[in-house]
């Protein structure tokens, strides 16, 4: 690790020579000390170090030096102590309060929020208002449940007058797709129903997956509207619905005129179903029961002069370098989609020394559709059908699925590749083995011990080069080998405003200002940043992300005169964020993100790593909170966690203390007085209840070169002897840099 040292208009001078590091953040605890040699002195008071791109840095408040060990050492406030140097006042008199405005950083509307898809259970269907005929074109990503595979038709989308006449349609029978058209109707794709498929229905020529067919020429108009999820027949708009459908898009064209594109999405009232951004118009359901909502869609911007595509597509002889070196604790989460299957030995993902030795890859045998599945020292060989299909492929450490089904589970095995992870291709220790994959990559998401380290998706760079953009690390990769990548359909990015501006409340619902008492915001978690950082006065050096976080912050109230540290962090733990800095040519970029709860999906074990872990099961459930003048307010815990004035444990189950009386000092502060002192009885002991329920602490010593976890994030801890769990917050990091070797230790828990 270098660290630059840079003068005080924040430009680089250079490199220190030989330093010794020890830097801390987190909690009260947010400084550092930096020695080096005194021939190598060369920073002065108010110069910054820092180490690139990471959020270890600070300013240099003073210079020691030591004649006896010739040796100068620069210490001072990192980031993080710069934040909390500065307070948080309260309202001032006369400050602006209200607020609104700004944009949204989605295609849908304010109230909507787009998901990845809605789903039938077989009773619901979509009114579309447009009536086909024989010039009609549907584009359609779709899904279909295996439980389709029935002798009963079930229709994805249709109108007709009857069977044999005035039909636009697509059915599922049996194991087969099938087409209607007119008075027509014919099988286009037979053997397989379940998996993702995209369907193009051009008029008579009807397209799944590549593969197509044509119907004879007709003139025709059906005479009810297009029913998606069902077909419309003859005006029964709900008939022979289709079961487990999940729909992913829609496009509906008129002559070759775009008149619908169905975005599914929730409306304000949490109601699934699609959005035409065309017309500007909600479709919910027309049938009964409700609809289920996918995953909500997250926002991808990418740099200026990028464009999104929808996929990259390989011939067999390109492939992408992730930079990235996997282990025992990597998974991989591949949407891909082959164009031919292979008739040898070729490489969809990953990497190897040598066969069963630090194997981390998946391949694709022949013609045979079997699978190569190496890790670490162990293999499988399982078969996967429908390779032609669209799938997500989900490498989870020494667990193999496809499409959420298990296909392969290893034993599991301790493994670091010392060799860069390949997509289409794999890297045996250095040179491409065997053949690489025809196919389309639609995503690809790597994460390693549970943490995401690179985030793929398919792009065109400003250069008009096609390759994946790396949401994780901002980084563009490209063909690594041979001819270039052919790139899908433009996927509109939608432009992200700044965050719409911050609301400062000027009182209580009560009618109580908080001049001179509290300051209180509401906003997007990233315009709320921004608005503590201009208070403090700290630009030009720390800086906020653009972008909105797409988090709210609902009404937090900053005690008075908090630190800027502190208080940011609470007022993002409240919604499920945390606080990131990265340091980029002297500039301090300041994010919220989500807190990653490491527990879920990494305990540490007893038997893998030495630890010591207290689980309090006992803790406070009852507080009373006692006011200078006399009032009282009891607050009590449930079994969930929640804090609200209903009691619930009595008896030996209740657990008592007493939130102290303040001083009259105090109390004359200006802090808590009049009418509104039962309000800020309330407020104060909710945060100090909600601090002992944080009883929970976990003592380890983690790999010295383990950079996975953030202040802010959840780790946990299992005991199997026990049979004992426990997780906790991280909540101070310790750098060491000495001899040019970097260590980290956490400090977790209370």
């Not at 008592?656 to 109390?667: F, I, P, R």
């Amino acid at each position: 690790m270098e660290l630059i040292y840079a003068n005080h208009d924040r430009e680089d001078v250079g490199i220190l020579k030989n330093p010794d590091l020890d830097l801390a953040f987190g909690g009260d605890e947010n400084n550092y000390e930096c020695t080096v040699g005194i021939e190598d002195h060369c920073c002065e008071d108010g110069y910054y170090i820092y180490a690139e791109g990471t959020e270890y840095g600070g300013i240099v408040d003073a210079i020691k030096i030591d004649s006896a060990d010739d040796t100068v050492t620069y210490s001072g406030r990192t980031w993080h102590g710069m934040l909390a140097s500065k307070m948080i006042e309260p309202l001032k008199n006369g400050e602006e309060t209200g607020g609104g405005g700004g944009g949204t950083a989605s295609r849908l509307p304010d109230g909507y929020t787009e998901v990845e898809y809605i789903q039938s259970s077989g009773a619901e269907y979509i009114n579309t208002d447009f009536t086909a005929n024989n010039n009609t074109r549907i584009v359609l990503d779709v899904e279909a449940a295996a439980t389709a595979s029935t002798s009963t038709s079930q229709y994805m989308l249709g109108a007709r007058a009857s069977s044999s006449s005035k039909q636009f349609a697509l059915q599922t029978l049996n194991s087969n797709y099938a087409g209607r058209y007119g008075a027509q109707d014919g099988t286009i794709v037979s053997g397989s129903i379940a998996g993702r498929y995209t369907i193009d229905m051009n008029k008579n020529v009807h397209t799944i997956n590549g593969k197509a067919y044509t119907f004879n020429a007709e003139t025709f108009t059906c005479p009810v509207p297009l029913s998606l999820f069902a077909m419309n027949n003859n005006g029964t708009g709900g008939y022979s619905p289709h079961s487990g459908m999940k729909l992913y898009s829609c496009q509906i064209y008129d002559n070759g005129v775009l008149v619908r594109d169905f975005i599914p999405c929730k409306n304000a009232s949490g109601v699934a179903g699609l959005y035409d951004v065309v017309g500007g118009k909600f479709y919910g359901n027309a049938g009964s029961g409700s609809f289920t909502a996918g995953a909500d869609v997250r926002v991808i911007v990418l740099p200026e002069g990028y464009k999104r595509r929808e996929y990259i597509q390989s011939s067999g002889t390109q492939h992408i370098d992730t930079g990235f070196m996997p282990t025992n604790n990597t998974r991989v989460v591949l949407d891909a989609q082959y164009t031919t299957i292979p008739t040898s030995l070729a490489g969809l993902v990953g990497c190897t020394k040598s066969t069963r030795v630090e194997d981390y890859s998946l391949w694709v045998f022949d013609t045979s559709e079997r699978l190569y599945d190496g890790y670490g020292n162990v293999s499988n060989q399982p078969t996967a059908t429908g390779l032609l299909n669209r799938h997500v492929y989900d490498k989870n450490k020494n667990v193999t699925k496809v499409d959420g089904a298990v296909i392969s589970e290893h034993t599991a095995n301790t493994f670091t590749a010392h060799v860069n992870m390949y997509i289409l291709a794999i890297n045996e220790n250095g040179k491409i083995n065997s053949g690489k994959s025809s196919a389309k990559i639609y995503s690809c998401q790597i994460y390693n011990s549970g943490a995401l380290v690179r985030d793929f998706v398919p792009c065109e760079n400003a250069s008009g080069v096609v390759g994946l953009y790396d949401l994780v690390e901002s980084k563009f990769y490209g063909n690594a080998g041979s001819g270039a990548f052919v790139a899908g359909a433009e996927i509109e990015t939608p432009t992200v405003s700044e965050p719409a501006a911050v609301v400062v409340e000027a009182e209580d619902d009560d009618g109580n200002s908080y001049v001179d008492k509290y300051l209180v915001i509401s906003g997007d978690a990233n315009g709320c940043i921004k608005y503590i950082l201009d208070r403090i006065n700290l630009a030009p050096l720390f800086v906020v992300v653009e972008d909105a976080a797409g988090v709210n912050v609902e009404k937090h109230r900053f005690d008075p005169y908090l630190d800027a540290y502190t208080g940011l962090c609470e007022m993002l733990e409240k919604v499920g964020l945390r606080l990131r800095m990265e340091c980029f040519d002297g500039v301090v970029t300041l994010s919220a993100v989500p807190i990653f709860d490491f527990s879920a999906d990494q305990e540490m074990e007893s038997d893998l790593i030495e630890y010591q872990m207290t689980k309090k099961y006992r803790k406070v459930n009852h507080l009373i909170c006692i006011g200078y003048s006399g009032t009282i307010v009891h607050l009590y815990v449930d079994e969930e966690g929640h804090i609200s004035e209903t009691q619930t444990f009595v008896g030996v189950e209740e657990y008592t203390a007493v939130n102290g009386q303040k001083s009259e000092d105090e109390e004359n502060s200006g802090a808590s007085t009049g009418t509104d002192e039962r309000a800020d009885l309330i407020a104060n002991g909710k945060k100090v209840l909600a601090g002992m329920l944080k009883a929970n602490t976990i003592t380890v010593q983690f790999e010295p070169t383990d950079d996975t976890y953030y202040v802010g994030d959840i780790v946990g801890a299992y005991d199997r002897t026990t049979d004992i769990s426990v997780s906790a917050r991280v909540n101070k990091k310790i750098l060491s840099l000495v001899n040019g070797r970097a260590e980290i230790e956490y400090k977790v828990g209370d």
